[in-house]
């Protein structure tokens, strides 16, 4: 087993990436610490690692909030005493039941455009629409709530110079991603944020990479009309999307030794949808 013996602390992980991570980790010997915003979720996770469940515990914290990220770590710490694996994976795209209808139309318009051979004529038009809290909210749960749990995690890595970090990013970090822009711009602060921190905490024996998947089956994405998932696929050299479990690898990788001289990296599994 991969993990024997380390403590593992999932943000997001009641749901799609963060929960096959979470399930992932127990099974290769992780004490895992199970987070959501939702509890009822975080405790399923918990309740599907089977015998191994006995090492992990789920806590409900909003990673936005440096207050709840600080009481949460205060539970990490009296449980585990430690801390060696963290992975920032926490994540919204704030398309509610109207805007994934309007995002659904307005993606069926265009391929209907790019079929006919003409210019485009029907325009996203997200970003001049969105508003503050749309905008602030992106960037809270995305960019502040890494910051949030790395601050706290780093104080406890510090104390026996070894860690790891884990951030999710996405492939809309590398390629961009044109009906959100704002989550663009947190997805790519978290990978700057990722390179920064790699040198800066190199010395204490902490590694720090980021995962900037493609397009993976969650409830995320579950919103997407057939036209849209096909026009997206479509683009996919593999022809399909991941998988969790397929990130989850990525992250097991990460984690674990086998991954021992990466620090600052970014490694997005993706199909070939990005290959820059
Ligand atoms: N699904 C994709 O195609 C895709 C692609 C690239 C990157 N990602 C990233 O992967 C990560 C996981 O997304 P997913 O696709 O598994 O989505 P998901 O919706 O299945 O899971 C996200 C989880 O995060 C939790 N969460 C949301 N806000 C939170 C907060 N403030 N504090 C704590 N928990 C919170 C949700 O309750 C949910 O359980 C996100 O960071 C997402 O941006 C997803």
Request: with cysteine; glycine share 10%; net charge neutral.
């Amino acid at each position: 087993m991969k993990l024997e013996g380390r403590a593992a602390l999932i943000t997001g992980a009641g749901s799609g990436i963060g929960r096959a991570i979470a399930l992932r980790f127990a099974a290769e010997g992780a004490s895992v610490a199970v987070n959501d915003i939702v509890s009822e979720t975080a405790a399923k996770t918990v309740e599907a690692m089977g015998a191994t469940r006995e090492r992990a515990f789920a806590v409900q914290a909003d990673v936005s909030s440096s207050a709840e990220v600080k009481a949460m770590f205060a539970q990490v710490s009296e449980r585990f005493g430690g801390l060696e694996i963290l992975v920032n994976n926490a994540g919204v795209a704030e398309f509610g039941p109207d805007q994934t209808a309007e995002v659904n139309r307005k993606a069926e318009a265009r391929i209907g455009e790019m079929m006919a051979g003409g210019p485009l004529r029907t325009h996203w038009d997200m970003t001049q629409e969105l508003s503050d809290a749309d905008w602030h909210r992106m960037i809270g749960v995305h960019l502040n709530g890494t910051f949030f749990c790395t601050r706290e995690a780093l104080k406890l890595m510090s104390a026996r110079n070894r860690g790891v970090i884990i951030n999710i990013s996405s492939v809309a970090a590398l390629r961009g991603i044109e009906i959100a822009a704002h989550y663009g711009a947190a997805k790519g602060g978290i990978l700057a944020f990722t390179r920064s921190l790699a040198h800066e905490v190199a010395s204490r024996n902490i590694r720090v990479n980021a995962i900037c998947p493609g397009w993976v089956e969650t409830a995320m994405t579950g919103g997407f009309s057939f036209m849209l998932r096909a026009f997206t696929t479509s683009q996919i050299p593999m022809r399909r999307w991941a998988e969790p479990d397929e990130i989850a690898g990525t992250a097991l990788f990460l984690a674990s030794d086998d991954s021992s001289y990466f620090t600052g990296q970014w490694l997005s599994p993706n199909g070939g949808l990005f290959t820059g």
